[in-house]
């Protein structure tokens, strides 16, 4: 068993989005810079991925990648002896709470934390590509909307909007986000003078325009609810930023339309972080893959190295261990994987709490954005399936009075159908094949197989064109729309350390989750707003349909109880967050540990609140900000 010692000048645990941009950006400046990965390096192609997505069974977001979750007979492998294991969607149905088939340890947890992330370089891989950017409340709530209130649970960021805005403008470039500046003028988001985005927006999608005509003329009454401070009377459907090419860009084909962004594209013509990270590695920065860091060292209050362990083989034996010396460290390794790693970091009693936890808030907080779906069928086709999965949504109430007293939400327009659940029920599948299954063999899994939508008997069978005029009339109606919603940060949500451990015999991440009230008013916000887009496309509500899902929870609107589900976004966010008050957060505005001076912790976890954009091109920009201060503070400049 082969140890190393390995010495640099920068040391980066995790190559995903903020790992990569701090390596490259430092490789840029002559650094010497290590990185260690716990899963696999980059693949020379796609060709190995996407032989594995195709020969799944089940084409969850995470079917692609490794480490497999399931065997070649389709049996869940324990996670308790996988070397670097990472949650999948396969397992957060029911058995959710099954340490044996679960990496996630959530016994005893309220809800399921739904959301998945990836174990390999590049990070979270079957990220869709969306990149909005925060509105400028999202970093003040507490000044905005905190009215005075001692138990307000928003606070104010350390930095600001135009703190970031430079370093969204140079994120935008690296991922190439496709979008216009003119659109993107709402909730008071402003732009770098003469700034444009890298490449024109993705043409909206037919459901996209249906959408757009439906809400141009919306009574004052219907959306009261809102608490918006002024009449809505119309929304405007716009364009989603996304790091998408609408045209070649930087060596790499334009979107082609598979509607396959997650779990993969095929083509690359989304952004993911091996991009970066290949720029990275040729410009002289050393990646060392299966390498899992277990232990960050700490000697007179600094890091002083990092303690590694390698394999091979996703369940095979270690194959050695090492430590990396470096003068400055950054832990890049998500929301839940960075906690952790903290977590485990003991160092022999001399840090009980684990390494950069003067503060006990290393883990809490955990926050996604919950995720409420509704799908429908319209009375004319908008033909789903043909562009990326998603193209435009509506952002104009994701800020507002309303605040105060509830989470905010945004509306994101879905051009897959019902392909990821039919009709919202997690029992059968999704689309096309459970309607063409029901078809085929008379059944009525999807609920379309009856007289009211086919003009056929209940549950029939049908055969040639029959068939095929059938399902072109039935699937090409088919649509979904997603409500991401502001979680409010809860120290109660939280990652610790479980009894159970991995293939490396290391603790695996416990999670204790719940949603908290002022997040479920959204979640009332967003039903009374589905029922209205709904009503004006002259939809079928296919929404409620009896869904058996553990993330579930009883809430009263409009003087009923209902039941409401919700999925999880993949936005890892909150647990090592920033503040000016070393007593009441982790990182400072920066992303340096307010305890090791030589630490930066990175990435979507430093997160105070959460708003309701996708994270990606936040922690980006960030990352770039914190590059900037990592090279004026490297030590070894200063000699």
């Known amino acids: 068993m082969a140890d190393n010692s390995i010495m640099c000048d920068v040391a980066i645990v995790g190559s995903g989005f903020a790992g990569s941009f701090i390596a490259n950006e430092l490789s840029k400046k002559g650094i010497k810079v290590v990185i260690l990965e716990a899963g696999p390096g980059v693949q020379p192609n796609?060709?190995?991925?996407?032989?594995?997505?195709?020969?799944?069974?089940?084409?969850?977001?995470?079917?692609?990648?490794?480490?497999?979750?399931?065997?070649?007979?389709?049996?869940?492998?324990?996670?308790?002896?996988?070397?670097?294991?990472?949650?999948?969607?396969?397992?957060?149905?029911?058995?959710?709470?099954?340490?044996?088939?679960?990496?996630?340890?959530?016994?005893?947890?309220?809800?399921?934390?739904?959301?998945?992330?990836?174990?390999?370089?590049?990070?979270?891989?079957?990220?869709?590509?969306?990149?909005?950017?925060?509105?400028?409340?999202?970093?003040?709530?507490?000044?905005?909307?905190?009215?005075?209130?001692?138990?307000?649970?928003?606070?104010?960021?350390?930095?600001?909007?135009?703190?970031?805005?430079?370093?969204?403008?140079?994120?935008?470039?690296?991922?190439?986000?496709?979008?216009?500046?003119?659109?993107?003028?709402?909730?008071?988001?402003?732009?770098?003078?003469?700034?444009?985005?890298?490449?024109?927006?993705?043409?909206?999608?037919l459901f996209d325009q249906r959408v757009g005509q439906a809400l141009a003329d919306l009574s004052d009454v219907d959306t009261t609810f809102l608490g918006m401070g002024k009449s809505v009377t119309s929304l405007n459907v716009r364009s989603l930023p996304s790091a998408r090419n609408s045209q070649p860009y930087r060596n790499r084909r334009a979107c082609a339309g598979n509607t396959n962004c997650i779990p993969i594209c095929p083509i690359q013509a989304k952004y993911d972080p091996t991009i970066t990270l290949n720029e990275a590695l040729n410009g002289g920065a050393r990646l060392i893959h299966h390498a899992v860091a277990s232990e960050i060292l700490i000697k007179d209050g600094r890091v002083s190295g990092i303690n590694f362990i390698t394999y091979d083989d996703e369940a095979g034996p270690k194959t050695g261990s090492g430590t990396i010396k470096a003068d400055v460290y950054v832990i890049a390794a998500n929301g839940i994987e960075t906690p952790r790693l903290l977590l485990m970091s003991k160092n022999k009693g001399q840090t009980p709490n684990g390494v950069a936890n003067s503060s006990d808030m290393v883990g809490r907080n955990l926050m996604d954005h919950p995720q409420y779906l509704g799908w429908g069928l319209l009375p004319q086709p908008v033909f789903p399936y043909r562009g990326p999965l998603v193209t435009s949504a509506i952002g104009d109430l994701c800020d507002g009075p309303f605040r105060s007293q509830r989470a905010a939400f945004r509306i994101s327009l879905g051009n897959e159908g019902w392909n990821s659940l039919v009709g919202g029920n997690a029992q059968f599948g999704s689309d096309p094949n459970v309607t063409t299954l029901d078809f085929i063999n008379g059944m009525n899994s999807s609920g379309l197989n009856k007289r009211d939508f086919s003009q056929l008997a209940d549950n029939s069978a049908l055969f040639g064109a029959d068939l095929t005029r059938t399902l072109g009339s039935l699937i090409s109606r088919q649509f979904r729309i997603a409500f991401p919603i502001e979680q409010s940060p809860d120290p109660n949500n939280r990652v610790t350390l479980s009894p159970l451990l991995d293939g490396l015999r290391l603790p695996r991440p416990q999670i204790a989750y719940d949603i908290s009230d002022y997040t479920r008013q959204g979640?009332?916000?967003?039903?009374?707003?589905?029922?209205?887009?709904?009503?004006?496309?002259?939809?079928?509500?296919?929404?409620?349909?009896?869904?058996?899902?553990?993330?579930?929870?009883?809430?009263?609107?409009?003087?009923?109880?209902?039941?409401?589900?919700?999925?999880?976004?993949?936005?890892?966010?909150?647990?090592?967050?920033?503040?000016?008050?070393?007593?009441?957060?982790?990182?400072?505005?920066?992303?340096?540990?307010?305890?090791?001076?030589?630490?930066?912790?990175?990435?979507?976890?430093?997160?105070?609140?959460?708003?309701?954009?996708?994270?990606?091109?936040?922690?980006?920009?960030?990352?770039?900000?914190?590059?900037?201060?990592?090279?004026?503070?490297?030590?070894?400049?200063?000699?």
């Not at 997505?53 to 969850?60: I, L, M, N, P, Q």
């Not at 088939?101 to 869709?128: C, I, N």
């Open 46 to 205: 796609f060709n190995a991925f996407m032989k594995t997505f195709y020969e799944a069974s089940v084409k969850v977001p995470e079917s692609p990648y490794p480490p497999a979750v399931v065997n070649r007979k389709d049996e869940f492998v324990d996670p308790a002896k996988v070397n670097a294991g990472r949650p999948s969607s396969r397992t957060t149905g029911s058995d959710w709470q099954n340490p044996n088939v679960a990496y996630l340890d959530q016994r005893g947890s309220k809800l399921p934390f739904k959301s998945t992330y990836e174990r390999l370089a590049g990070g979270t891989s079957h990220w869709m590509g969306l990149t909005p950017r925060l509105v400028p409340n999202d970093f003040q709530m507490r000044t905005a909307y905190g009215n005075g209130q001692k138990d307000f649970p928003l606070p104010d960021w350390p930095i600001k909007y135009e703190d970031v805005l430079p370093y969204y403008d140079k994120a935008e470039a690296e991922l190439g986000v496709a979008a216009d500046v003119d659109e993107q003028r709402f909730a008071n988001l402003s732009y770098s003078p003469n700034y444009a985005y890298p490449m024109p927006r993705i043409p909206p999608s």
């Open 523 to 639: 979640f009332v916000a967003a039903v009374r707003m589905r029922r209205v887009i709904f009503k004006k496309l002259g939809a079928i509500d296919f929404t409620e349909r009896g869904v058996n899902d553990p993330a579930g929870f009883d809430i009263t609107i409009d003087g009923k109880v209902e039941q409401l589900t919700y999925g999880g976004a993949g936005h890892v966010m909150g647990t090592y967050r920033m503040g000016d008050d070393p007593t009441k957060s982790v990182v400072d505005g920066w992303q340096r540990s307010h305890d090791h001076a030589n630490l930066y912790l990175v990435g979507s976890g430093t997160f105070p609140t959460v708003g309701t954009a996708n994270p990606t091109l936040t922690l980006s920009a960030l990352a770039l900000r914190t590059v900037e201060h990592i090279f004026k503070n490297l030590p070894s400049l200063k000699s």
